[in-house]
């Protein structure tokens, strides 16, 4: 593992050149719209970002079709997409991308990687990377049926990775949604910027991807959740840039709120928590440095989940009270991002059950 945790000139450029884009096309007001629209997810950004940056592939080798980076700088980009809660459908294609690049599939890459092709992965919002999959869809004569429930991103998928037992065992398939025994219930959203719903398959036609689903649904896990905390950083980094701005503008009794020791303190605070979670989540990215996923990279990613999920929201709770009741009303974004940390919270398991990963990682007695 790489010890150098600092942002590389590479990573920065990637920052700025998706900040930019993000600047430009996914102003707040907008995503505000968006949410109340029957078209929550902004699929035109999605395919610049895909297709003009390369961030749907951009983990994925080079020889599977990829861009070649690694997770790192998918990281570098979660921060980003996370500062402005973008509504596009970046953790499922992180879950997809990171499934097929352990199975060592090709097929639908380039087409991924161009944003014309949106996959998720079947798994549940609250599934845990350490834990034992039990597949709720069974093959049928090679077709599957059954019901996957919370599957990030699926109301915009055209395909989905969808782990199913048969004779031979779990293995993993890919289906098309189109399919006719394909049917989607979307789910009332806590994160309006990213949504979850119900997949129901009777009998729906699929293609093998992967005959042994366990490992490659432990990669996958793994790096959705470390960047997910990368993400969850940019969140919080947001909330505290927007919250200092403001605590300077904003005056109370003659004076600058942001003046008030109460206020230094709840900030300084914030910034040490800030600072810590970004440590964390790149020493989380950086643990998939040397390719193979081992127990060191399941607990820098223990440590990163168990940290940043809970910062995200305490960020967003600080700034929502010391924005005052402007950070109350519907037309401020504050509740967007309190929406997206609380969600983000739930995922991939809670800072209670990484916690305790951790202490069954290093050996300590359970309570």
């Not at 990637?14 to 109340?36: G, I, K, M, P, Q």
Request: include cysteine; proline fraction near 4%; aromatic fraction near 4%.
């Amino acid at each position: 593992m790489s010890t150098d945790l600092l942002y590389t000139e590479v990573e920065e450029d990637l920052r700025a050149a998706v900040r930019r884009v993000l600047r430009d096309r996914c102003e707040v007001s907008t995503v505000l719209a968006r949410c109340e629209s029957d078209e929550p997810y902004d699929l035109a950004l999605w395919r610049t970002l895909a297709g003009e940056l390369g961030v749907a592939t951009l983990a994925v080798p080079e020889e599977l079709g990829g861009g070649g980076a690694g997770v790192r700088e998918l990281a570098v980009v979660a921060e980003e997409l996370g500062r402005s809660v973008a509504p596009v459908p970046f953790l499922g294609t992180v879950l997809a991308t990171a499934a097929l690049t352990a199975a060592d599939a090709t097929e639908p890459i380039a087409e991924i990687g161009a944003g014309t092709l949106v996959t998720t992965l079947a798994v549940g919002l609250a599934t845990r990377p350490s834990a034992r999959i039990e597949p709720t869809v069974r093959v049928e004569g090679g077709a599957l049926t059954g019901t996957a429930t919370a599957v990030v991103d699926l109301e915009v998928a055209d395909r989905v990775l969808v782990p199913a037992t048969g004779a031979d065992g779990t293995g993993l398939y890919l289906v098309d949604t189109a399919d006719a025994g394909v049917a989607r219930t979307p789910v009332t959203p806590l994160d309006l910027t990213r949504r979850f719903g119900t997949l129901e398959l009777t009998g729906a036609q699929a293609w093998l991807v992967a005959a042994d689903a366990a490992p490659v649904l432990r990669r996958a896990l793994l790096t959705a959740a470390g960047v997910l905390a990368a993400e969850q950083v940019g969140l919080a980094q947001h909330n505290l840039d927007s919250t200092v701005e403001y605590v300077r503008t904003r005056y109370q009794f003659g004076r600058q709120i942001g003046s008030f020791q109460a206020v230094k303190h709840r900030l300084a605070d914030l910034w040490s928590g800030v600072s810590t979670a970004r440590a964390t989540s790149r020493n989380a990215a950086d643990a998939f440095t040397g390719g193979d996923v081992d127990a060191e990279a399941e607990l820098a990613v223990a440590l990163a989940q168990a940290y940043c999920s809970d910062l995200a929201v305490l960020a967003v709770e600080e700034s929502l009270q010391l924005h005052g009741g402007i950070g109350m009303t519907w037309e401020h974004p504050i509740h967007l991002y309190l929406g997206r940390a609380k969600s983000a919270q739930l995922t991939f398991g809670t800072a209670e059950h990484h916690r305790a990963r951790i202490a069954e990682l290093v050996g300590l007695p359970s309570a």
